[in-house]
C-alpha cells in the first residue's frame, strides 16, 4: 500500500519508497511538460493522480494538490492534457515532498470536529 503505521505515536506514514517514486514521476512530468509545451500524455498524467491518492490517507494536504491535476485531466484533448501554471506548482509541490517531514503523517484515530456556523443575515 505504501503506508506505515506507527502504533505508538497513533500515525500513517508515507514510506521512502511511495516518497522516491512520486518524486520520481513529479520531476518526469515537469520535464515532459516543460519539453513539450505544457502537454504531457494524459495516461501518466493519470497514473501520477493515481499514485498521490493512494497516499491521501497519511498526507492530508494530498486533495488540495491534486484537484488541478484532475481538472488538467478533465480538460485534455486527445491522448494528452495541458498542464497548467497551477497545475506546475502542484507537481512541484508533490516533487518536493519526500524533504516536507510536516506534511508526511496523519494520526489514526482523528476525533470528528464539532463546530457551530453563526451567520447574521440582512
Not at 45 to 68: D, H, I, K, T, W
Not at 93 to 114: A, E, F, M, S, T
Amino acid at each position: 500500500m505504501g503506508l506505515e503505521v506507527d502504533l505508538q505515536e497513533g500515525i500513517f506514514r508515507v514510506t521512502q519508497a511511495r516518497l522516491k517514486k512520486t518524486y520520481s514521476k513529479a520531476t518526469d512530468l515537469l520535464c515532459e511538460a516543460s519539453r513539450e509545451r505544457c502537454w504531457v500524455p494524459a495516461r501518466k498524467m493519470a497514473a501520477f493522480n493515481g499514485l498521490c491518492q493512494s497516499v491521501y490517507l497519511a498526507v492530508p494536504a494530498a486533495r488540495l494538490y491534486l484537484q488541478e491535476l484532475y481538472f488538467v485531466l478533465a480538460e485534455k484533448r486527445g491522448w494528452g492534457a495541458n498542464v497548467t501554471r497551477q497545475a506546475f506548482g502542484d507537481l512541484e509541490w508533490w516533487r518536493r515532498l519526500r524533504d516536507q517531514c510536516k506534511w508526511n503523517g496523519r494520526k489514526i484515530g482523528r476525533r470528528p470536529i464539532r463546530a457551530k456556523l453563526h451567520t447574521k443575515s440582512g
